[in-house]
């Protein structure tokens, strides 16, 4: 299905209906007949409270409108009630970018051969095993333990930090600089590090709240 | 101009992977210029057996799909100056390459080394085709089971239809007093049914599943008993006539037997 034409979702009022803008009234009629009949008897005597958002409803339209959800058995609230769910119906908007970085947040760990790539930070709940890569325009914070690849700033950016609970990376880059794991064994981590570069090299710091 | 060797097997998991590694260390280690190629793509392990991942920037992937040029991509080995390793990429499948590619990847390394050893992944679609594209020859890897040597009949078969004659056969993870209780199949039952030339056979070792895990092939081990099987596979590689291994009972007793004989005799 394409755009969907209505929304139809329980709330404490009794079922609303959101009727989003943009779309063809008749189509929007249609999906609406079809979606009500596929639910059967299930609305029979719900009260319905209708919210068109920011579409203007004209009178015939709301006159088709409340003889179709009527010939389900629905009764149809009066206006000053719909107004009221309007409220409690949820606008799906883009959150606006009030100056913030664009974050991707991963809920899983990153197993190897998979890559994420982002335009921004990337915060990892999870591990990032060998062989897996996490590449970001931005810092990356992996809220877990980091043995893969990680090249943060990849756009060239080298204030771009990466954190771990754990830093085992396999290899680590920031903006241009590499950095790998050296041959021998170390000691493992235990606590949280991050890495960032200074004097031309990327350096690793046990990590302190009061240093960010 | 070098030469280029398809090491491949059909089933997965009897020691491609080592072998490339070993041979390949072996040649370097007597002065010739060797590249390893990981062909498994998506699946790499190469590097991490030659204990070379935390290099790697390029892949192989990169080079066909001309990101970098092939020297960028050449990773050196930190023990050998003449071993390098050209890494498969991990996030890629094998459908990333096409096997006209290997073969012009192959050639163009061939014209710097003088082995090119391509590691193949497991099975026998489009990874292995890409593998065997650029081969001169072909080294099959089984170990002495009955469906080891099914996949490696297989794989004879798939060779000379992409007209790689004369495989040779390594026998991996033989266990000497297995075979002498009748246990596992010996090296003539393995012969009989593949009916190819012989390069090696090496005994089931344990140093082998540390050398693997360490990154450090174990054929820099002088101890150890694969690493000489490995030793004597890269002289007949080279050429040289070397006597099988005798593969005796490496039990206690034994060893001390042999230990006094040796004495006794000096």
Redesign the interface.
């Given at each position: 299905m394409a755009k969907e034409a209505c929304i139809i979702k329980g709330t404490k009022h009794g079922i609303s209906i959101l009727i989003p803008s943009g779309l063809d009234f008749a189509e929007v009629l249609a999906q609406l007949r079809a979606r009500l009949a596929s639910a059967q008897e299930f609305f029979t005597g719900a009260t319905v409270y209708v919210s068109t958002a920011d579409r203007e409803l004209g009178p015939e339209e709301k006159r088709q409108l409340e003889q179709t959800v009527e010939e389900f058995g629905m009764v149809i609230s009066k206006k000053e009630d719909l107004e009221a769910a309007a409220v409690v119906t949820e606008r799906r908007e883009e959150p606006k970018d009030e100056g913030g970085e664009a974050t991707l947040l991963v809920r899983r760990t990153i197993r190897?051969?998979?890559?994420i790539w982002y335009d921004g930070n990337v915060v990892i709940l999870g591990d990032v095993n060998?062989?897996a890569?996490v590449v970001c325009t931005g810092d990356i914070l992996v809220l877990g333990c980091l043995r893969g690849v990680a090249h943060a700033g990849c756009n060239g950016n080298v204030h771009a930090t990466v954190f771990a609970f754990r830093l085992e990376p396999?290899?680590l880059r920031i903006a241009n600089y590499?950095s790998?794991?050296p041959?021998e064994k170390l000691p493992k981590p235990l606590g949280p590090e991050y890495a960032r570069v200074c004097d031309n090299v990327i350096q690793i710091s046990a990590y302190q709240s009061s240093q960010f | 101009m070098g030469k280029s060797i398809v090491v491949t097997s059909g089933k997965g998991g009897v020691g491609k992977t080592t072998t490339v590694a070993n041979i390949g260390t072996g040649l370097a280690q007597i002065g010739r210029r060797v590249c390893l190629v990981d062909a498994d793509i998506g699946l790499r392990n190469l590097d991490v057996v030659m204990g070379l991942e935390n290099r790697i920037v390029y892949d192989l992937i990169d080079v066909v799909e001309g990101h970098c040029r092939i020297r960028s991509a050449l990773i050196k080995d930190k023990r050998l100056d003449n071993l390098f390793l050209l890494p498969a990429a991990q996030t890629r499948e094998k459908d990333a390459v096409s096997p006209e590619q290997m073969k012009t990847l192959v050639e163009e390394l061939k014209n710097e080394f003088d082995y090119v050893l391509v590691d193949c992944p497991a099975g026998i679609e489009q990874g292995f085709r890409n593998a065997v594209a650029g081969a001169d020859t072909a080294i099959i890897v089984t170990t002495p089971e009955v469906s080891a040597v099914r996949d490696a009949d297989r794989i004879v078969g798939l060779l000379e239809a992409c007209e790689l004659y004369e495989p040779q056969l390594i026998i991996n993870r033989l266990r000497p007093d297995m075979v002498r209780k009748g246990d596992m199949m010996n090296t003539d039952d393995v012969i009989d049914i593949l009916a190819i030339k012989l390069l090696g056979i090496v005994p089931d070792d344990e140093s082998i599943i540390v050398s693997t895990n360490r990154g450090e092939p174990a054929v820099l081990d002088r101890k150890s008993m694969s690493g000489q099987a490995f030793r004597n596979i890269v002289r007949r590689l080279e050429g040289e006539s070397v006597p099988f291994l005798p593969l005796e009972d490496n039990s206690v007793v034994k060893r001390l037997l042999r230990l006094f004989s040796i004495g006794g005799r000096s």
């Open positions: 190897s051969g998979q890559r060998p062989g890569e396999t290899q590499i790998r794991s041959d | -």
